[in-house]
Nanobody, 123 residues
Framework: VQLQASGGGLVQAGGSLRLSCAAS????????MAWFRQAPGNEREFVAA????????HYADSVKGRFTISRDNAKNTVSLQMNNLKPEDTAIYYC?????????????????WGQGTLVTVSS
């Protein structure tokens, strides 16, 4: 499956952005999906994950209550709604997929990655 992330941009602190991850090549209905991010000089870190049927979601503590992950299997897309953004949310955001997986916060568990979209939050 090929993943294409979009929706990044420049926003002021307290603002919102919605990231989208469009999948092609295969339906994502059997894939667990996740968002990770990587700031300059830092390792890639887990942000949020969603099960293949959308029934369960998981969040990093740093984004809980501000970010919401969702999916539309009919449209082959996964989204990340980001509210109340902070400067420390600045990073390249990547979507990831795992075939027939459940959930993991481990970057090495995922099989497929999108190219990333840059989110910059100004103070």
């Amino acid at each position: 499956v090929q993943l294409q992330a979009s929706g990044g941009g420049l926003v002021q602190a307290g603002g919102s952005l919605r990231l989208s991850c469009a999948a092609s090549g295969r339906t994502v209905s059997r894939y667990a999906m996740a968002w990770f991010r990587q700031a300059p000089g830092n390792e890639r870190e887990f942000v949020a994950a969603i099960s293949s049927d959308g029934g369960s979601t998981h969040y990093a503590d740093s984004v809980k209550g501000r970010f919401t992950i969702s999916r539309d299997n009919a449209k082959n897309t996964v989204s990340l709604q980001m509210n109340n953004l902070k400067p420390e949310d600045t990073a390249i955001y990547y979507c990831a997929a795992k075939y027939r997986g459940t959930y993991s916060r481990n970057v090495n568990w995922y099989d497929f990655w999108g190219q990333g979209t840059l989110v910059t939050v100004s103070s």
